[in-house]
């Protein structure tokens, strides 16, 4: 029987974070499957670049919020396909507005996709991961899931949800040797956060004790770094990405 390929699955991995994150698991020679929703374009560019630079990359629609589309994708590309090595769960949408005008359905599409997502894959991958006895999980939760912010209830709730899940996923998997981590960014320049004003841009700015908003780039080399052997007695763990923004 062929050998199994080394393989990431990074969700929501054609752009931001998702995107540098690919790179750089890539650059580490796993072969990396990243997800998207729209946009097949961009995603595919992503597979493609990392292909042109001597890598492995393979790109999929995956809607992590739908538990059907979730279970037949790790049935069909992952189960006895590839070794699953790492997860990212970095899918997510926000549905900003406050609380009082907050519809039911902006704060359940968020959690939908952003919590019960990242719930449904790690299961999914926990029970590969399980027989294989190893494997990397790390979660892209929020210094909004920290600290909460106004106007994002939906989207702090579901970042301060993957902690207790990371938590507790942890503690029930480390007799598998796998690992189960999770990366807070703060504030990253994304395609995300390119629609604030100037005004809010600067006020985040000024609560960065760094001076600098991150880049994707500094959250990937903390996902890189909790995915590799490096990594392999750390577990449970929470790891701020975010200029000392908050400790």
């Given at each position: 029987m062929a050998e199994l390929v080394p393989t990431a699955l990074v969700t929501g991995g054609s752009r931001g974070i998702g995107k540098a994150v690919v790179e750089a698991l890539a650059r580490r020679g796993l072969q990396?499957?990243?997800?998207?929703?729209s946009k097949p374009e961009e995603a595919q560019a992503v597979a493609d670049r990392v292909i042109a630079s001597g890598g492995m990359a393979r790109a999929f629609?995956?809607?992590?919020?739908?538990?059907?589309?979730?279970?037949d994708f790790f049935k069909e590309e992952i189960k006895d396909k590839v070794d699953l090595a790492v997860l990212v769960n970095n899918a997510g949408i926000t549905k900003d507005g406050l609380i009082l005008r907050m519809k039911d359905e902006d704060f359940d599409n968020v959690i939908g996709v952003n919590l019960r997502g990242a719930f449904l894959c790690l299961r999914e991958a926990a029970k590969i991961m399980a027989k294989q006895r190893h494997g990397r999980i790390v979660s892209i939760s929020s210094v909004v899931g920290q600290s909460g912010n106004a106007g994002q209830a939906n989207y702090a709730s579901a970042k301060a949800g993957l902690l207790g899940l990371t938590k507790s996923a942890a503690k029930e998997l480390a007799g598998r040797n796998i690992t189960v981590n999770a990366v807070a960014p703060g504030y990253i320049e994304t395609d995300m956060t390119a629609g604030l004003s100037e005004d809010v841009r600067k006020a985040f700015a000024a609560q960065i004790p760094l001076g600098r908003p991150g880049s994707p780039e500094d959250v990937a080399a903390a996902v890189a770094f909790l995915a590799s052997p490096e990594a392999g007695y750390i577990t449970g763990q929470v790891l701020a990405v975010n200029g000392g923004m908050y400790c």
């Amino acid at each position: 029987m062929a050998e199994l390929v080394p393989t990431a699955l990074v969700t929501g991995g054609s752009r931001g974070i998702g995107k540098a994150v690919v790179e750089a698991l890539a650059r580490r020679g796993l072969q990396v499957f990243l997800t998207y929703v729209s946009k097949p374009e961009e995603a595919q560019a992503v597979a493609d670049r990392v292909i042109a630079s001597g890598g492995m990359a393979r790109a999929f629609r995956l809607n992590v919020g739908d538990s059907a589309a979730v279970t037949d994708f790790f049935k069909e590309e992952i189960k006895d396909k590839v070794d699953l090595a790492v997860l990212v769960n970095n899918a997510g949408i926000t549905k900003d507005g406050l609380i009082l005008r907050m519809k039911d359905e902006d704060f359940d599409n968020v959690i939908g996709v952003n919590l019960r997502g990242a719930f449904l894959c790690l299961r999914e991958a926990a029970k590969i991961m399980a027989k294989q006895r190893h494997g990397r999980i790390v979660s892209i939760s929020s210094v909004v899931g920290q600290s909460g912010n106004a106007g994002q209830a939906n989207y702090a709730s579901a970042k301060a949800g993957l902690l207790g899940l990371t938590k507790s996923a942890a503690k029930e998997l480390a007799g598998r040797n796998i690992t189960v981590n999770a990366v807070a960014p703060g504030y990253i320049e994304t395609d995300m956060t390119a629609g604030l004003s100037e005004d809010v841009r600067k006020a985040f700015a000024a609560q960065i004790p760094l001076g600098r908003p991150g880049s994707p780039e500094d959250v990937a080399a903390a996902v890189a770094f909790l995915a590799s052997p490096e990594a392999g007695y750390i577990t449970g763990q929470v790891l701020a990405v975010n200029g000392g923004m908050y400790c």
